[in-house]
């Protein structure tokens, strides 16, 4: 049985949707609960930059999620299609692609996807195939600064100075920040990718910063010298400028959309949207200000996002087992990620906010996210570890038959691949093609 205490045990024993319900109101978390799973099938409507209203299907989402299995010129592979097949199979009704690349230097690994003018023909039949499933489809364009590590490239791509980061990875302290020339030269090669991705069919593109990405990197990088660093108007610049590049190729009924992080929840001034003088507390004052001007510009969908998976995983997806133990039970983590979209859902009542972090709660989820949506502290819900796990997801979790034997468990397995640049899924519920690779390489400490 578990005890009623926010510190005890991490573990998730849970046996019924009653018996979280009762833990969540008994410890005061303040986690949205309901068991009127209606919301989940509500039709949501986003707009524009014409004003034309998209409608789709229902209010889950497919959470951006990095497979390191596409061909090295940065097409899709079968195994690609394959994991995006299950995503769109799965009922929910918007699909975030995951991180693509807009230049080659930039890439995380050799086998992440990477839009070129000779790959688009492949970029389309990914289209088509998620299209078949009727969900409304995002490209995610990145630039992966910090961790970019691909044949090519022989050190990491900083844009500022972090010492939270160097003491982690000390060799990396003698490597120069990138130059501002360079950084002008990107928002041409974000508006190039953005405008093959909507010519392959996209229905929206997003200007990715988050997780310490370089345009993340560059929100926080207080103690970068010159025009992309200090001030906010210098530390969103690139941001802006991507954004501004990118809407003006792209056609006005494609959708404009940015994965965030509301908060880096890493120290000043080495984190974005983070409490000066404090211990490392989320501030979204920055936050807002940047959306403001964003949904001036046309921004109407945003999937939010905290942390950093290289520096602080348990707040970007609380878990049960990882890379360390958290330092908090995985329901306070969640608990801030849903509070955070609640503040901005409600700051930006018209804005399309997609929550994050429900993985953790297993077949729970259904039930929280339910919850979330009739409060509106999200207009939709994305779930990322849990598609890689559960291939019928959504269309069960709308039907109120979450099954438990094939839930997401939070174990942290596909992240481990992912840290090695492996095809990325899941061990443990996909077993044919992930398991194999994780016995090879990841288990016994390898
Ligand atoms: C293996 C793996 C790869 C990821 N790749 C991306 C990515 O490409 N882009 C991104 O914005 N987030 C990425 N994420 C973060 C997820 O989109 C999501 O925010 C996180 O897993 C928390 O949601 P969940 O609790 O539903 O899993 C990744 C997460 C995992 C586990």
Known sequence: MFAFDKKDSYSFSFTSPDELRLYLEQNGYEIPFSKDLAPL????EITAPNGEKK?????LATHPMEGCDAELDGSPSDLTRRRYERFSGSGAALVWAEAISVVPEARTSDHQMMFTEKNADAFRRLVDDVKKNDAFFVAQ??????????SDTPHALFATKSLPFEEKRPQDVDVPVLSDDYLDSLPEKYAKAAKIAEDAGFDAIDVKACHQYLLDELLSAHTREGKYGGSFENRAKLMLDCFDAVRSV????TVLASRLSFSDMIEYPYGFAVAEGKPVTPDLTETKKLLEVLTQKGLSLVNMTMGSPYFNPHINRPYNKGAYEPPEHPLVGL??????????QT???NLTVIGTGYSYLREFAPYVAAGALRDKAATMIGFGRMAFAYDTFAKDMIEGKTDPRKVCIACSKCAELKKRSLHTGCPIRDQEIYLPLYREHCMNNK
């Open 335 to 344: 608990e801030r990620l849903i509070d955070g979209a609640r503040e901005i």
């Open 41 to 44: 099938s509500n039709q949501v």
């Open 250 to 253: 792209l056609r006005p009924e």
């Open 141 to 150: 364009l990145t630039h992966s600064g910090r961790f970019a590590k691909n």
């Open 347 to 349: 700051a930006f009542p």
């Open 55 to 59: 409608i789709l299907k229902n209010a």
